[in-house]
Every structure is written in C-alpha cells, then in structure tokens.
C-alpha cells in the first residue's frame, strides 16, 4: 500500500568503524592512512559536504579504546556538522544496530569506513534515490556491476555461477 512520502529525509550518516582488522592485520580500519589522512576523516569530511541535503548528524562507532582519539580527530577537522561517538558491539551485526539505534534522523545512510573511495556523488545519488517518489521502499542501495563472473561455491565445487555484468558487489 502507499506510504505518504516526505518532502525530504533527513539523514544521519552512520559510519560502523569498530572492526579490529584481523583480515588486514594492521588494526582498526579507521586509522588507515591514506594521502596524508586517516581514512576516517577523509570520509567525515566527504559526508559533511552533504549539509545541503538536510545531513543531521554523523555517528560513529569505534572500538571503546578509540573513542576519544576519534573526538580529537573531529575537534581537528572542525566539521560542519556534528559527529557523536559510539563504542562498536561484539559483532558488526551489533555495531550497526547501536548506529541505528541512536541516530536521530528519519533515515540512515549506512557506509562502511574500510571503503573509504566512495565519492560525494555516490551518497548524493543514493540519497537522491531513497527520496524519489517513485520509490515505495524509501531505501537506496549503492552498488558497483561485478566485471568478472561470480560463483557459488561449496568447497571446490562451483555449484552455480552469474555471468560478468548480472551481479553487483554493495
């Protein structure tokens, strides 16, 4: 049935960053330098040029020894719109469900801080596409067309496949 759709939704940027690493052994993703710049701030930076789109909040979940080395990162960035800091759960399950559950905008943008290259335009578009009119979920996925064929696999067994350019990595 149709939801009565908002003119706007205004957004909380929710950035789950509590992860320790242990794929990449190098420690908490976040910290990452890149260009000069942990790739946590250069991704608060990027989503704080999303103040036009009614952006409300940034939340952050790190791990609870990192909180107060993200307040200082944010202090330094001197950020147009405020971040608050959460400690991560034990789970990313859990981590994400403390963002959701502290925001206090009417909708969330959800981005992992391990991609740390997505753009500006990319968090336009996709919320350009949750407020479309035309869109009775309210929800926008961003997603990047796989370029080699993907497979189901159990053990060494390949036990389906999609072909290059029928599957998306999100």
Do not use: Y
Not at 75 to 100: E, F, M, N
Not at 129 to 149: K, M, Y
């Amino acid at each position: 049935f149709p939801f009565p759709f908002p003119a706007a939704l205004f957004p909380s940027a929710l950035l789950p960053s509590a992860g320790t690493g242990s794929r990449l052994g190098a420690g908490c993703k976040a910290w990452l330098m890149l260009g000069g710049e942990p790739v946590l701030g250069l991704l608060l930076g990027r989503l704080s040029r999303l103040a036009d789109l009614g952006l409300q909040e940034m939340l952050v979940a790190l791990p609870a020894t990192d909180v107060s080395r993200g307040e200082a990162l944010a202090a330094r960035l001197r950020l147009p719109i405020p971040v608050r800091w959460l400690a991560g759960g034990p789970t990313r399950q859990d981590t994400v469900r403390r963002l959701v559950e502290a925001a206090r905008g009417d909708s969330v943008l959800l981005h992992d801080t391990a991609r740390p290259l997505a753009s500006e335009a990319l968090f336009r578009a996709t919320i350009a596409g949750a407020r479309s009119p035309t869109n009775g979920a309210r929800a926008a996925i961003a997603a990047l067309p796989l370029e080699v064929p993907l497979g189901l696999v159990n053990e060494a067994r390949v036990l389906s496949h999609v072909e290059a350019g029928r599957a998306a990595e999100f």
